[in-house]
């Protein structure tokens, strides 16, 4: 195998991940063709969004507790320390840490089901991909 993709996957891929069983049939499937770079502003919206009621019913009833989930996501990714901040998405400017840990990992997709993101189509060097697209991208 050649170089391995590196990739951001926005927050709501990883709740994605950690609640929907195809997508994480994807990510393993593609696992080790990929680093997934993540941020300490990333694992801090992930742990705040595995705590909303309907997230961690979802998660309860999948038996996935959400330090189990956390743990998942940090065991799988590597993480970087972005040292330019950007401003980009101006409608949602939360959306712009992604953009930040991409460009701190030098990655070549953002994968996310966010449409701010989605509308930018690419980020410098970086390629803005859903979900789909990326993983049928990584199989096909």
């Not at 909303?52 to 970087?80: C, F, M, Q, W």
């Not at 939360?94 to 991409?102: G, H, M, S, Y």
Request: aromatic share 8%; hydrophobic share 40%; with cysteine.
């Amino acid at each position: 195998m050649g170089k391995k993709v590196k990739v951001v996957f926005d927050t709501n891929v990883w709740i994605s991940i950690s609640m929907n069983k195809i997508l994480r049939d994807d990510f393993f499937r593609v696992k080790q063709n990929i680093i997934v770079y993540t941020s300490s502003e990333i694992i801090l919206d992930i742990s705040k969004v595995l705590l909303y009621p309907k997230i961690a019913a979802t998660l309860g009833k999948a038996n996935t507790i959400d330090k189990e989930a956390l743990r998942h996501i940090k065991a799988n990714s590597t993480t970087v320390k972005p040292r330019i901040k950007v401003n980009i998405v101006k409608e949602d400017p939360e959306d712009n840490k992604i953009l930040e840990c991409a460009l701190a990992a030098g990655a070549n997709f953002i994968v996310s089901g966010d449409k701010h993101l989605q509308e930018l189509g690419k980020y410098k060097k970086t390629k803005i991909l859903t979900p789909r697209e990326f993983f049928d991208e990584m199989t096909g």
